[in-house]
């Protein structure tokens, strides 16, 4: 059954019969801190790349949470899967980069924000997770573009991806 929950005469959220769902209202104010809003991508593609500077993979790695509001932090979860066919020892390197306002996410160093390291052996796998709070110096709400970038210290080829595992990104977007 359709219908709106209302206090007063304001509309916090409306429900439709039509596809079963229920709509927040855009004037609801959440506490600040309070996770509004979560995005989850997956993807068992294996793009490659071969930089020794930051890049794309072949498939960009990357997702967009959508309907942001204003002034909102975003927790950033990355989960991936990274192979190389170095043969021989090679760092792994990765920057988050917010496509939408054109800017690097996180305090890096020199190195980039996160990263790992191959052995000897050819064709070693890494499985690197990495959490990042963010809150873009301006946002006006709307969409929020998140690529991971990868670089090794040398022009090695790195995968993303490998045996049938997945990497993932997630997003939760947090009020301000």
Do not use: C
């Not at 573009?145 to 080829?157: D, G, R």
């Amino acid at each position: 059954m359709a219908g709106t929950l209302n206090i007063g005469s304001k509309t916090l959220a409306t429900h439709s019969t039509s596809n079963n769902t229920i709509s927040i209202n855009s004037n609801v104010v959440f506490p600040a801190e309070h996770i509004i809003q979560t995005h989850f991508f997956s993807t068992t593609a294996q793009p490659s790349v071969v930089t020794a500077t930051f890049d794309s993979f072949s498939t960009p790695f990357k997702t967009t949470i959508t309907n942001t509001k204003s002034n909102s932090s975003f927790l950033i979860l990355v989960s991936m899967v990274v192979l190389t066919s170095s043969g021989s020892t090679a760092t792994f390197r990765a920057r988050l980069k917010d496509n939408t306002n054109n800017a690097t996410v996180g305090n890096e160093g020199t190195n980039g924000l996160f990263g790992g390291f191959f052995g000897s052996g050819f064709s070693d796998v890494l499985q690197i997770n990495h959490s990042e709070l963010y809150s873009p110096v301006s946002h006006a709400g709307g969409s929020l573009e998140i690529e991971v970038l990868v670089k090794q210290h040398t022009n090695y080829t790195t995968y993303l991806n490998t045996a049938g595992l997945s990497s993932s990104l997630t997003i939760l977007e947090i009020s301000g």
